[in-house]
Nanobody
Framework: QVQLVESGGGLVQPGGSLRLSCAASGSISSLNVMGWYRQTPGKQRDLVATITNGVSTNYAESVKGRFTISRDNAKNTVYLEMNSLKPEDTAVYYC???????????????WGQGTQVTVSS
């Protein structure tokens, strides 16, 4: 099993910054992608950013140039640096890890419990 524990959410004013962290523990394969998603009430959970263990990244258009995803493979931890925050960034942010045990094998997805980010003056 894999456990994901997020931290770093909170209340910030528009234009401010926050850094989210997500530490993974348990049975973790080297064939994995970690990422962040966000969800507001009544809406689906949307991609924010992902990063492979080879540090290839992918971002939602709405956060490009403002958010930066990074990871520390030695610590199995992924980070999301969020700058120039806007009220529309307000959401619960979820950490995700998708991994395979072997190349071409089935993938398994794990989620953290979520951390609230509120952007408001």
């Amino acid at each position: 099993q894999v456990q994901l524990v997020e931290s770093g959410g909170g209340l910030v004013q528009p234009g401010g910054s926050l850094r989210l962290s997500c530490a993974a523990s348990g049975s973790i394969s080297s064939l994995n992608v970690m990422g962040w998603y966000r969800q507001t009430p009544g809406k689906q959970r949307d991609l924010v950013a992902t990063i492979t263990n080879g540090v290839s990244t992918n971002y939602a258009e709405s956060v490009k140039g403002r958010f930066t995803i990074s990871r520390d493979n030695a610590k199995n931890t992924v980070y999301l640096e969020m700058n120039s925050l806007k009220p529309e960034d307000t959401a619960v942010y979820y950490c995700n890890l998708v991994q395979r045990r072997i190349r071409g094998g089935p993938s398994y997805s794990y989620w953290g419990q979520g951390t609230q980010v509120t952007v408001s003056s």
